[in-house]
Each structure stands twice: as C-alpha cells, then as structure tokens.
C-alpha cells in the first residue's frame, strides 16, 4: 500500500477530525491502495504547530502553509483553517499540483470562487471538498431511491441544519460568528445542507432567503468582559425552487434551542417519501406508495431501513454493519473517498467544481437576503464557464 505524505493547515477542531480520519481509515478501508500519513503540522502559532506536531507523530512544524503547499515531498494539503485562508493556500496547491482535501466552503465568496475556477484549467491532481453528509450510508441509499425511482416526481421537500451554540446570549463571538474571517451560519451550515440537496434532487432554479442576528453584540472570546459588535448571521431560512419543479424549504441555524447536531431533510414524491435524521443515523425511512392501504391501513406506512455502517467496498467490515454509525465515521468516509479517487487517478467527488458551485449558491443566498426577493440561479456548468 502506497503512503501519502499530507500537511495538514490548521488544527483546531475540524482539524483534529481530519488528522482522527486519517489515524482511523486503515480499520475501516484494509483494502484502500494508498493510505495517508501526516507528516507536516502549520498553525498559526508556533507552540500550537509543535503542540500538533507532537500530539500527531508527525515530523515538521510550521507556520507558514507553503512550507507544505509548495514543498516537494508533500503529496496532499489537507485544509481546514478559517474561511478567509483557504484561497491562497488553495491557490498555491493548485499551483504547485498537489493532491487537495478542503472544508467547506470552499472559500469567503464568489468573488474569490473565481479566481479558483481561473487556476482550475491548469490543475491535474485530485481534489476534494469534505461535504461529509452525503456519506451516511442512509444518503447514499437515499441517493439510490431516488434515481431509481421510488419516490418519483418530487413533488415538495424541507431539510435542515439545526445547532444550539449561539442561543444564548453569553456565547462569545469567535471567528464562525464573524463575517471578516468568512464566517456567518450561511459558509458554516448552509453549505453543507444547500449542498446535500443538489446531491439528492438535482440544480437550483430560484431561491429567496432571509437571516438573522439573534444578538447585536456579544462576549469577546478574548475578554469575555468585553461586548463586541456581531456582523454574521446565526439564522438564514429560504424557499427553493428546483429546475425539477420541486418546491421546498431550507434552514441553517445555530440558535434553534435544544438542538444537537441535526441534519434532518424530508422528500415526499408521487411515489413515495423519504426521510432521515442525522440524531438517528442507523435508519432511512421510506414511505412507499404503492402498498396496500387495506383492510385497516395494510401495509402502507414509514419503513425504517437499517442502512448502519453498511458502506460500500473497498470499505472493511470493520466493526459490522448493524453496529450504529457515528459522526466520526462519515468523515472517515468522505477521506477515504479523497483518497481512493487519489488512488484511481480520478477526479474528487464532490470536486471543486462542487465547491465553487456551493459557493455560487452561498452568494445568491446572500444576494436575495439583501434584495429581499426571489433569485434566480445558473446551473453548475454556467457557473463555472462565467468564471472562467
């Protein structure tokens, strides 16, 4: 099996979740043809770089990114510092050809998408976005449903992002909360959720959205005796049209009292329904139609499928498919995608066509709450042939 030398920019908590997945994937993935072992740590401070460095067995701390973007012996940049660093460290990788594994977003905004989609012609590696929610094996049999057929014509759906951690007034405001570093629920949670929806249904056609601030001002994470001013949503609601003709709703929030960390989405069709919830992730539940509604209701009414940790090859059995999955698991998941794709001389899937189309829609999100009506949006191959 072939190692992959990574570099890993930024290590806080997403961080930390990528450096666990790379740990953890021999378990789950024996038969991947290339495994990946982080050899450089860059923060943006020496002692949290060594502290890293340390904590990760890895060989080289820094705090400088090109000291792994442009270094020879690196063969993928892992990157998962705030959001206004991703697009020099981005650029720099495409530059320097290397193989690519980026949180979402991709980047601030579109203006800066662009000038990823100028590099993308130039760029021959591998590069893939951590959209994780798509790999909990109930979206992937979703996924499955809905091509097939099951749920026909969609007719409507809702999904939600739903966190509690800004409900209180006394959370203080730290860099997702605050629009000079990228932050704001819109580049935190939307992306993820406006993105699980293309996956499973298909282009947007139109979207009008609205956001709120719940708290004009709150605690300084340096000072917490201090109040500062909050210039980032921790609410955004919108409507969307598909080019399908599917009319639904989609939520991000981070004030939604007494919510964990829910992904939820509900797709109902001529056929059939489907839905999940990621606080119960052992199950997809399917509504089919064309059951028997008699005598005294028959058959018809929600299935709850056990998809578990039933992945796909070249995933091991590793612990067993009826155990329930974890959080952890599906980023384990969607790296080792990266790194099979890697393996494959493919394209990553999501790519970063992916992530610039997902930052496309973050900015007609934006556009809308602005103008305070509906958007139209291009598809995927528009918006990438109008950046370029």
Not at 207 to 221: C, G, H, K, L, N
């Amino acid at each position: 099996m072939k190692t992959l030398r990574v570099g890993i920019i930024g290590l806080g908590f997403i961080g930390k979740v990528h450096a666990y997945g790379y740990t953890t994937l021999p378990f789950y993935y024996d038969k991947l043809g290339v495994r990946g072992r982080i050899t450089h740590v860059c923060t943006s401070k020496p002692e949290t770089a060594e502290a890293g460095r340390a904590q990760l067995g890895a060989e080289v701390a820094t705090t400088e990114y090109r000291a792994i973007t442009e270094n020879p012996e690196i063969d993928v940049v892992n990157i998962c510092t705030p959001n206004h660093l991703h697009k020099d460290a981005l650029l720099s990788a495409m530059q320097h050809q290397k193989h690519i594994y980026c949180d979402k977003p991709l980047v601030v905004n579109m203006r800066e998408a662009e000038e990823i989609v100028a590099a993308l012609s130039a760029y021959k590696a591998t590069a893939q976005m951590t959209l994780q929610c798509r790999f909990f094996p109930a979206v992937m049999r979703a996924k499955q449903l809905i091509d097939e057929g099951f749920v026909g014509r969609v007719l409507e759906f809702r999904a939600t992002y739903l966190h509690a951690g800004s409900a209180s007034p006394s959370a203080p405001l730290r860099w997702k909360l605050s629009a000079e570093a990228g932050g704001g629920v819109i580049n935190d949670l939307a992306s993820h959720i406006l993105d699980l929806i293309h996956h499973l249904l298909g282009d947007y056609d139109a979207i009008v959205a609205d956001t709120q601030i719940a708290y004009a001002e709150r605690p300084s994470s340096a000072d917490p005796s201090r109040k500062v001013k909050v210039d980032a949503e921790d609410c955004v609601m919108l409507l969307a049209r598909m080019t399908s003709g599917a009319l639904g709703t989609i939520e991000a929030t981070k004030i939604a009292t007494g919510t964990e960390d829910e992904v939820r989405f509900e797709i109902h069709g001529e056929k059939g329904a489907l839905r999940f919830n990621s606080m119960d992730p052992h199950f997809l539940e399917a509504f089919d139609m064309s059951a028997a509604a008699a005598p005294i209701g028959g058959m018809q009414g929600w299935t709850r499928i056990a998809t578990g940790q039933r992945f796909p090859a070249p995933a091991s059995a590793f612990p067993g498919p009826k155990f329930s999955i974890g959080w952890m698991r599906v980023h384990a998941a969607c790296l080792a995608n990266f790194l099979h794709a890697i393996d494959g001389g493919e394209k990553g899937d999501p790519g970063l066509d992916q992530g610039i189309y997902v930052q496309y829609l973050l900015d007609r999100v934006r556009a809308s709450n602005n103008s305070k009506g509906w958007v139209k949006c291009d598809n995927p191959k528009s918006v990438l042939s109008a950046g370029r």
